[in-house]
């Protein structure tokens, strides 16, 4: 299993990116995917989680301006980000996550054994 990220740089508060990440295999143990970030100095913390159905969850501090979506045909994982702020500032991974009771989740306590290097995103 392999995933590989792109679409990081540096923006003004207020504009967009879009990251993606291209998996390549399948965790055979989940279809959860989705993606969590680290800033210097900081925990980790979940941002958004996709199940191949569909069914999405969102971090509350990226509610409404982060959209997660899933190419299957082309095992794409996208990560579109709107209205970026200075604190959204960090390195965005995307992962496997285990399935949780209630689907699929961002609960990085389902964090699973797969994930990309990374791609920064910074905003000033």
């Known amino acids: 299993v392999q995933l590989v990220e792109s679409g990081g740089g540096s923006v003004q508060a207020g504009a967009s990116l879009r990251l993606s990440c291209v998996a390549s295999g399948n965790a055979y143990y989940t279809n959860c995917i989705g993606w969590f970030r680290q800033a210097p100095g900081k925990e980790r913390e979940g941002v958004a989680g996709i199940d191949n159905d569909g069914s999405l969850t969102y971090a509350d501090s990226v509610k409404d301006r982060f959209t997660i979506s899933l190419d299957n045909d082309k095992n794409i994982l996208s990560l579109q980000m709107d209205s970026l702020k200075p604190e959204d500032t960090a390195m965005y991974y995307c992962?496997?996550?285990?399935?949780?009771?209630?689907?699929?989740?961002?609960?990085?306590?389902?964090?699973?054994?797969?994930r990309g290097q990374g791609t920064q995103v910074t905003v000033s």
């Open positions: 992962a496997y996550f285990r399935r949780a009771i209630s689907g699929c989740t961002h609960d990085l306590r389902y964090l699973g054994n797969y």
